[in-house]
């Protein structure tokens, strides 16, 4: 690696506790690794931080030899970020833990750790994190970072919206603590505006208390009724209130026990909810979805917290070929209703997936000015998930997704940031207003002011 002697290597790597790995050192392999199996990148250095020290010492050697740093956090965005050819990945995956305050409800955990770690940590006082997702192998760090959805954020908002406090490695190396109190521009920047201004070695969040148990389920929509459904879906979530999160995914049927078997590999509209009331109020919500069209099946009922937020876990394992496009949909025009039927049935792949979560309700509540998440009274999010094994299909795989969106995009308003791919920066301005992009490019200027974390949905100084 151009820049960087022998001799500097061993300097970090009698300053670090955690690894130091070159290209041919055990471990190098396994810790370039990121979800989406599209990306091989190699690394010039991974240093495998187990502290904040590290992070530090990292930074410092990154910015001191001008290498091209990438920070991984879960190592989930599909944009493939948080792996760099050539330059130092900064891997925190190593630093996972999380400690719970049940006297005040609030957990604190490490920048590198897992939706499930928080799950794991946090149910154990009959307590989670809002917004913590839905997948237990996604990082907390870029989750919170975009924004943070899940769940339950309907009624108890975003991760970002119960984010109290986090602790900051910036580009010059020092460690800063954001918070409503202390730097306040960089907390604002910190809620929305990803990975730009330093490496976040820990968040403290506000829990709330749910479970051990929620009433929740699924129910599998034919989807010969698809417009029918979709139809009656797009009204129906919306007079419902904020303790019942009803999304919808129009995939190939995975083998779930309770679908008959010439069901597996059909196309379907599979319907998911959860409901924080009792099991009584949250049936008669369910009544209508159950109602609207025929069903293929259905499964539904009490369900521990921590196994349903990782039920859905081996649908979008590791190493799979990912291209996801998304945006926000203003409204499921029947226009709109009709392109995603359309689409469905021309799926390139049996496991992509068409996921529209429904948006709306406290984190629409939240002032735009409060944080640098934009669009916040967006209804729904349309997210094109195509996925699949085999190179050979690359081609025709990405040409669908974007195909999709561009029939889509007639009725989109802005993107979530933590769901666009390598775009370009015209689609990361798309993640914000006008307002919010040059405030966050301000921030921007005042703690990057070099660029130096500029592996992500960029913001330029
Ligand atoms: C299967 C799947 C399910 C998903 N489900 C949801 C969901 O339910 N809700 C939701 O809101 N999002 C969801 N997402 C999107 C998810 O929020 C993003 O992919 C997010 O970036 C993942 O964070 P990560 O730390 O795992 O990723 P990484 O790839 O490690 O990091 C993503 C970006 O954030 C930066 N980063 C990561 N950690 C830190 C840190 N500690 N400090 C500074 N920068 C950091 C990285 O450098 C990189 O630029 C999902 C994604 C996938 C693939």
């Not at 669908?400 to 940031?417: L, S």
């Amino acid at each position: 690696m151009k820049n960087v002697s022998a001799d500097a290597i061993n300097a970090l790597k009698a300053q670090c506790r955690g690894e130091v790995l070159l290209r041919d050192d055990a471990g190098y392999e396994a810790a370039r690794q990121i979800w989406n199996g599209m990306f091989d990148r190699l690394p010039g250095i991974i240093v495998r931080c187990v502290g904040t020290g590290d992070v530090i010492k990292a930074v410092n050697f990154g910015r001191d030899h001008e290498l091209l740093i990438s920070v991984k956090g879960g190592g989930h965005n599909s944009a493939g970020n948080a792996v760099c050819d050539d330059g130092l990945m900064i891997d925190l995956s190593l630093m996972r833990r999380v400690n719970v305050d049940p006297k005040k409800k609030t957990l604190r955990v490490d920048g590198g750790a897992l939706l499930g770690d928080m799950d794991d940590e946090s149910q154990l006082y009959g307590l989670a994190v809002s917004g913590g997702g839905i997948i237990s192998h996604t990082g907390v760090g870029g989750l919170t970072l975009g924004g943070g959805f899940g769940w339950i954020s309907r009624k108890h908002g975003l991760a970002i919206d119960n984010l109290i406090s986090a602790e900051v490695v910036t580009s010059d190396g020092k460690l800063l603590t954001a918070s409503a109190g202390e730097n306040p521009e960089l907390f604002w920047g910190l809620r929305g505006g990803g990975g730009n201004f330093g490496i976040v070695t820990s968040f403290v969040f506000k829990c709330v208390a749910i479970g051990p148990e929620v009433y929740s389920g699924l129910i599998v929509k034919k989807f010969e009724d698809a417009k029918e459904y979709i139809k009656f879906h797009r009204d129906y979530v919306r007079t419902l209130p904020d303790d019942m999160t009803v999304w919808m995914v129009v995939r190939h049927a995975p083998p779930l026990p309770f679908l008959p078997n010439e069901v597996h590999g059909k196309m379907v509209v599979v319907v998911p909810f959860v409901w924080l009331g009792n099991e009584a109020e949250g049936k008669a919500f369910i009544k209508p979805i159950q109602e609207a069209t025929p069903s293929h099946g259905e499964a539904f009922g009490m369900n521990p917290w921590v196994g349903w937020q990782s039920g859905f876990d081996g649908l979008v394992g590791h190493g799979a070929r990912n291209y996801w496009k998304s945006h926000h949909i203003k409204g499921l025009s029947d226009d709109c209703i009709d392109k995603i039927i359309a689409f469905g049935d021309t799926m390139p792949s049996p496991e992509c997936e068409i996921f529209i979560p429904h948006m709306e309700g406290a984190p629409s509540h939240v002032p735009a000015d409060e944080t640098a998440f934009s669009y916040r009274e967006t209804p729904f999010v349309l997210n094109i998930h195509t996925r699949w094994q085999n190179p050979s299909d690359d081609k025709r795989c990405i040409a669908w997704a974007r195909d999709f969106h561009a029939a889509t995009e007639p009725f989109a308003k802005g993107v979530y940031v933590n769901f666009l791919s390598e775009e370009g920066e015209g689609r990361v301005k798309e993640a914000y207003t006008e307002a919010v992009w040059e405030r966050l490019v301000q921030v921007k200027q005042k703690y990057d002011p070099q660029n130096l974390f500029r592996m992500n949905q960029n913001i330029k100084p």
